[in-house]
């Protein structure tokens, strides 16, 4: 199968930066790739995402300020938030699927287990 580790979160200032790493191991050949983000009492938000043809998505409330990529040979996914704002403040997920089209239906069957970003006020 698969398994999806996140580093990086952590507590930021308004304005700050943060880097999130994920590092993807397994026997999957993953193709899309992507970051879901969760905040209490809201749904979860795809908010970036690369598929294997380097085709990249992101939402409206951090395109602009959020950069993903990926090392395929490294088979590793990178997020870096700039100019965070405390609505950033949530738990963000590396995620994984076998399939590209998973960027267009915002389904991926792989999930990390998260790691919590604050941006404080």
């Known amino acids: 199968q698969l398994q999806l580790a996140e580093t990086g979160g952590g507590l930021v200032e308004a304005g700050g930066s943060l880097r999130l790493s994920c590092a993807a191991s397994?026997?999957?050949?993953?193709?899309?790739m992507g970051w879901f983000r969760q905040a209490p009492g809201k749904p979860a938000e795809l908010v970036a995402s690369i598929d294997s043809t380097g085709l990249i998505q992101y939402s409206k409330s951090v395109k602009g300020r959020f950069t993903v990529s990926r090392d395929n040979a490294k088979n590793r996914l990178y997020l870096q938030m700039t100019s965070l704002e405390p609505e950033d403040t949530g738990v963000y997920y590396c995620v994984a699927d076998p399939s590209d089209t998973s960027t267009l239906l915002d389904h991926f069957d792989y999930w990390g287990q998260g790691t919590q970003v604050t941006v404080s006020s």
């Open positions: 397994g026997t999957i050949n993953v193709k899309a």
